[in-house]
């Protein structure tokens, strides 16, 4: 055991170089503008608008997009709440309070390894600091940090360390050991109703008793505790099934597709997290459909790193819990619970603390002189790591930075370049926009026509051609007439050119497909009131203002 003073100094001086590196690392990631589902999610949501509706976050799965997507993570939407009720739709309090989650979450890394480096009776100050270091600073990190929407990750990955914590003060015993015991199962609740990965925590439960306490475990008692997250998660699933209509996620493939994907991008991951060069925000891989050389290699590859895990167990138990961590915080998004994108960095966040926690607990292993090597060598990591972070927020400045990022590095997605030429759009670059968007719709497929017809319109009509923007406008709203931001616009063209009453009929349709857009509703109030429609356009300015 640590005595107290030691271990609160050493915790003392691990926070202070996680907070200046972090700091350092992410010092140009506050101004990084909303990106990505950014703006369905938070900038144009507007349930977010008012801290007197984090109530209903607990009970309206609609609550978590302008559009009509159901989800449930009321604990993140309230903390989007807050940051809209300091800074509005200035960005800069969303990343502070990212990154002051991802410090935290770097001194629990520091703790938890310290704590289970104890079980195993080593003693160590610079493995805990190393591992929480790289984790703090790691470039991969950035897609769950700087992006925005993301914090999801990094909040319930907070909750699940605490929990994880929690339950190793409960198991250490104590005069405070029935708190811990309450405690741990109230913080798996929360990271659950922050993103649903935090179902890998009696993973990591189960895991820890199996490596430590196996041997001590042998009366029922000692395994009855496992109830107290088991229950939890089964009303938590009752409840998503009733709110959602489904207890895991909708399913994007089928769950066997889904796991052959996963295993042949598994290289890809593990090479991201050792050599994070060449990241992408968006990989857009298809599903992988057949048994390749490719997949047959990745799964040998998985069944050697488990089973290597698993016979170090007795020589080496941390190493081999933290490996098994990395497998267990993992697999919820990457098995087979079938997920629209197939690869996506952040998945990795938590994942990533086992798998540094676990190299370099074998790296210590080895009988290195001099010493000053390995410690100039774990320096040069660290350091490189945050200069590599340093630069990954400068690609996160803009959706324009973004996306031109992405385009060049996966040229045959159509989602890039669609999101690329909106991206210019909003820049006010309508030419560049229609020469990018016109090669988005060589290969999009029939579901993704209507956003590049939508942008399109935008850019004919900031052109000033006007009946190119009503045709491409009409072809959005026929490609998908759910289309809510394709009606509104048509209805802003027929209003900016005086055709009031198609600019009613565009606009009400826009309002009856989706009655929570308050940009509808409040163009409608003024294509009413230009038509001499005082009563109405003031219901509906009401229900705008209400809305936003």
């Given amino acids: 055991m640590f005595e107290q003073a030691k271990l609160s100094k050493r915790v003392l001086i691990a926070s202070a170089a996680i907070i200046i590196l972090a700091a350092i690392a992410y010092s140009d990631s506050f101004n990084c503008s909303f990106n990505f589902d950014d703006y369905h999610q938070i900038f144009k949501n507007g349930h977010l608008a008012k801290i007197g509706n984090i109530p209903s976050f607990f009970y309206d799965p609609a609550a978590s997009s302008f559009r009509d997507a159901k989800g449930y993570r009321p604990v993140l939407l309230g903390t989007f709440a807050l940051n809209h009720a300091i800074s509005g ?10 990154l002051i989650l991802h410090v935290l979450n770097a001194v629990l890394v520091f703790l938890t390894v310290t704590f289970v480096l104890d079980a195993s009776g080593k003693k160590s100050f610079l493995i805990p600091l190393f591992v929480s270091l790289v984790f703090a600073v790691h470039p991969i990190q950035t897609d769950a940090v700087t992006y925005i929407s993301a914090r999801s990750v990094v909040l319930a990955s907070f909750f699940c360390l605490l929990s994880f914590l ?6 250490r015993g104590g005069g405070n050991k029935v708190l811990w015991a309450i405690l741990s199962p109230v913080f798996f609740v929360l990271g659950m109703l922050s993103k649903e990965t935090a179902v890998c925590l009696p993973g990591l439960a189960i895991g820890y008793d199996f490596i430590f306490r196996a041997k001590s475990l042998k009366k029922l008692a000692g395994y009855l505790y496992y109830l107290a997250y088991i ?3 089964l009303a938590y699933l009752m409840l998503r099934r009733a709110l959602l209509g489904y207890a895991s ?4 493939y089928p769950r066997a597709i889904y796991m052959l994907s996963q295993i042949r991008r598994f290289p890809l991951y593990l090479r991201l997290m050792l050599f994070p060069f060449n990241q992408n925000a968006d990989y857009n891989f298809p599903p992988t459909t057949t048994i390749g050389i490719t997949v047959v290699l990745s799964a040998i ?36 619970f079938p997920i629209l994108d197939i690869t996506v960095e952040y998945r990795v966040y938590l994942a990533l603390a086992g798998l540094i926690a676990s190299i370099a607990i074998l790296f210590s292993s080895f009988e290195l002189r001099p010493g000053f090597v390995s410690k100039g060598a774990a320096v040069s990591v660290i350091l490189l790591f945050a200069i590599l972070t340093f630069g990954r927020n400068r690609v996160w400045a803009t959706p324009a930075t973004l996306w031109s990022d992405v385009s060049r590095k996966s040229p045959y997605s159509d989602r890039a370049w669609t999101n690329l030429g909106e991206a210019l759009l909003d820049e006010g670059r309508d030419k560049e926009a229609l020469g990018v968007l016109a090669k988005a719709l060589e290969s999009a497929p029939d579901e993704r026509k209507s956003i590049i017809y939508t942008n399109m319109g935008c850019c004919y009509s900031d052109l000033g051609e006007l009946e190119a923007a009503r045709e491409s406008f009409l072809k959005a709203i026929d490609a998908d007439p759910t289309r809510v931001e394709a009606r509104v616009d048509l209805g802003i063209l027929y209003y900016r050119h005086g055709d009031y009453k198609d600019a009613v009929d565009a606009l009400t349709g826009a309002v009856n497909v989706n009655p929570g857009y308050a940009k509808a509703h409040y163009e409608l109030s003024l294509a009413l009131y230009a038509m001499g429609d005082n009563g109405d356009a003031a219901r509906e300015m009401e229900k705008a203002k209400e809305l936003d």
Wanted: hydrophobic share 65%; charged share 10%.
């Fill in 89 to 98: 739709e200035n960005v800069w309090s969303y990343h502070l309070f990212n």
């Fill in 166 to 171: 929690s339950f190793l003060l409960f198991r």
């Fill in 231 to 233: 229950l939890p998660l």
């Fill in 249 to 252: 996620v909708e399913a994007a």
């Fill in 301 to 336: 590859l998985i069944i050697f790193i488990f089973s290597s895990l698993l016979a170090m167990r007795n020589k080496m138990p941390a190493a081999a819990f933290f490996g098994l961590w990395f497998f267990i915080v993992f697999a919820p998004e990457s098995s087979i």
